[in-house]
């Protein structure tokens, strides 16, 4: 399973890093333009992420934000 925890608060994308690291392949990102990036490059290499934690308060580009191109990409 490939996994992306998306959060500005470092303590917070740590705890839920550590959670799911376990459970699979995990990567991690600062804010929603890192997360979409992140996002767009699983798409770029056939593996897409299973599952996405994402905050919805977040600089530069907020969680909703992040979801409306994340979706845009799935459906490319």
Do not use: H, T
Not at 43 to 70: H, R, T, W
């Amino acid at each position: 399973m490939r996994i992306l925890v998306v959060d500005d608060d470092e303590e917070c994308r740590r705890v839920l890093y550590l959670y799911m690291a376990p459970l699979g392949d995990c990567d991690a990102a600062a804010d929603g333009e890192l997360g979409v990036a992140c996002v767009r490059k699983a798409f770029e290499e056939n593996k897409p992420y299973d599952l996405i934690c994402l905050d919805i308060v977040m600089p530069n580009k907020n969680g909703q934000q992040a979801l409306s191109e994340i979706r845009a990409i799935e459906k490319q």
